[in-house]
């Protein structure tokens, strides 16, 4: 009897751990005094929670008190747009676990496909210029899951 020898590759794409959950990062530095204004693009649901990436010691830094994240609402291209649930630490209905050294901040519910602005204050920020990423995660229906 002939022997007959099968090989099966699984093909992914080569996305970095949770990247798959990512609907949009932006590089920023983080500065003693300086607030970060970041324009976001949110899904045709028109609700995105916005986390942090950085090192682990950066958002110790930043959260190290309650209410040493600030978020305000800068501009929205679509009415009733708001920003929720600012609660550093806290994980939203996000896939940020699943993404490493990301973090949630905060949620904004807009209208569908809405472009908005905010601005961030860090009333707590490590004594040199940090580099990071803003995180905005995928929906349950951007993802299908």
């Known amino acids: 009897m002939p022997t007959v020898l099968a090989c099966l590759v699984a093909s992914c794409a ?8 990512v609907r949009q990062k ?14 976001l693009h949110l ?11 950085c090192p682990p010691d950066v958002w110790q830094t930043l959260t190290n008190k309650t209410g040493s ?3 305000r609402l800068v501009s929205s291209d679509q ?4 920003v929720q649930a600012t609660h550093p630490n806290g994980d939203g209905t996000s ?4 993404i490493p050294n990301t973090h949630y901040m905060f949620c904004v519910r ?8 905010v601005e961030i204050i860090f009333s707590y ?8 990423e803003i995180i905005v995660g995928k929906t349950q229906s951007d993802t299908g899951r």
Not at 14 to 21: D, F, H, K, L
Not at 26 to 39: C, H, M
Not at 110 to 117: E, V, Y
Request: net charge neutral; proline share 8%.
């Open 14 to 21: 080569s996305q970095p751990s949770g990247e798959s959950y």
């Open 26 to 39: 932006t590089p920023v530095e983080i500065r003693s005094g300086k607030a970060v204004t970041i324009a």
């Open 43 to 53: 899904s045709q649901s028109g609700v995105n929670d916005v986390g942090l990436r």
């Open 69 to 71: 994240i600030t978020v």
């Open 79 to 82: 009415p009733g747009t708001v």
């Open 95 to 98: 896939w940020f676990t699943r």
């Open 110 to 117: 807009g209208g569908n496909s809405a472009n908005t602005a």
């Open 125 to 132: 920020t490590p004594d040199m210029v940090s580099p990071a």
